[in-house]
């Protein structure tokens, strides 16, 4: 057979790949029908024999002893449940356990916090020891990913069996157990997800006379204190969400400073401040809880900036959750969110410590990363910031204030405060900058520096705030030029 080249650095076209294809025809098989068998009756014919063992791995000694090892697809996918998944929920029970290992804290603050491993955590190893704790998660995962019309009937079958086994429960020796006492948690998340915190608020009614039962948080957290963090955290959502105050008060303070968690104090200890003209001022305007709670937060503000800027070392996850608990607990100590509980503070000191609680609100994003709406913190710092405007008067100490307006309004834009609000939002924010001398967001980051600030967190709503006033204020010139 003659040898025909084809030029591989050309371009092969029609004709030259049907020359390739001409000769490759010409071989051994040329002018052959080849019938093949129908791999339908192929594959009726086979029978699947089971896996034997080689030789070499039988342990009897008797020969005559035949040892087969039959194959089977792992369950469900080789991770064992408490309970047997259907092959049509397998995938929603991996996305829930991939939800429940995932980052808990905001994103923005990755920079500056160290990941903990969330796959060795007691709440993930829950989810393959009880069967009411499995069903709470796995519709939990369901509610916060939004998934279609058939996903969120699963939900519902699934909280229905927590609830069923949870009422036998509570009728048993398990009644007060970590087991029960975890799994009464992730329901009160569940509700709080769905908004209904009513409901929700019965669950962590529901855990404090169960801890009381075991001898108080104190002691909980002595024996177990990832479930001790995560009730106070509970507590702490609810109180912020309802107004009220937390349940575990001050015992929940002593439980969450014995764990020993290092960012910040318990307010024993006052800071001097850094001698500026902003830290004199306020530390003689502020009760000195008030000023504690505001030194302690801006410190731990610096802590992360450091951190994310890679000046210091990353804060661990854990301490700095445990962290944000001691000084919401601390902040609602001093007042709680609904006046009729509230003692009577100033002007000054009551926008300073609605924007402290809005500042920790950034921290506390559900397990949607998402911060959920806190109405009533919304409302009562709008009607203080314009409380606190229309009584400041001018001179050098209505400019601090303004200062105070200024940094809480831009904090009140990343945690609570909506689009539907630009209506007085944008006006008092023109105020306090106009009478601050504020042009651009570099004046706007100065006259904030002395207040408790996270750059990674707070910054995008703060110039987004700015800016929309130097926009409309360009707009306004304009009209007037025609």
Known sequence: MPFEFIDNNTTIDRAARKRIRSRAATGKNANKTLIRPSKTTLLKNTTAAPFQAPTSLRKS??????????????????????????????????????????????PQLDGALVTPDNMRSLWVQFFFKDEAYFHCSVATSILCSKNQVNETAQGMRHIA???????????????????????????????????????????????YRMVQLRGGIVKL??????????????????????????????????????MGFPYVGCGEHIDPGDGSELDSYLKQSLRTDLWAAFADMRRLGV?????????????DGIDFHCSIIILGYRLLQINPLDETQAT?????????????????????????????????????????????????????????????????????????????EDEWLNPATQTAMQTLGLYVWEDTQQALAGFPWVIALHDRAAIALSSTQTLLRFSSSTDQLF
């Open 221 to 258: 957290s002595r024996e177990c204190w990832g479930i001790a963090q995560k009730l106070l955290r509970a507590d702490l959502e609810y109180a912020l969400q309802l107004g009220s105050k937390t349940l575990f008060g001050a015992d929940g303070i002593e439980a969450l400073r014995e």
């Open 303 to 315: 802590m992360l900036n450091d951190a994310d800027a890679g000046h210091r070392q990353k804060l």
């Open 161 to 207: 069996h927590t609830y069923r086994l949870v009422q036998e429960r509570l009728y048993g020796k398990e009644a007060t157990s970590d087991m029960t006492i975890a799994i009464l948690v992730i329901m009160s998340q569940y509700e709080r997800l769905q908004g209904q915190y009513e409901r929700g608020f019965i669950h962590v009614q529901g855990l």
């Open 344 to 420: 009577t503070m100033g002007d000054l000191e009551n926008v300073i410590h609605l924007s402290l609680l809005a500042f920790l609100v950034t921290f506390l994003t559900g397990l949607d990363h998402r911060i959920l709406d806190k109405p009533l913190l919304s409302r009562r710092l709008r009607f203080a910031i314009n409380k606190l405007s229309t009584s400041t008067d001018a001179g050098h100490e209505g400019r601090l204030v303004h200062c105070v307006l200024m940094w809480s309004l831009c904090i009140g834009a990343a945690a609570t405060f909506k689009y539907s």
């Open 61 to 106: 000694h008797d020969s005559s002893v035949h040892v087969a090892v039959e194959i089977t697809p792992p369950v469900d996918g080789g991770l064992q449940f408490p309970v047997r998944v259907r092959p049509e929920s397998r995938y929603l029970v991996r996305e829930a356990l991939f939800f429940f290992t995932n980052v808990r804290h905001n």
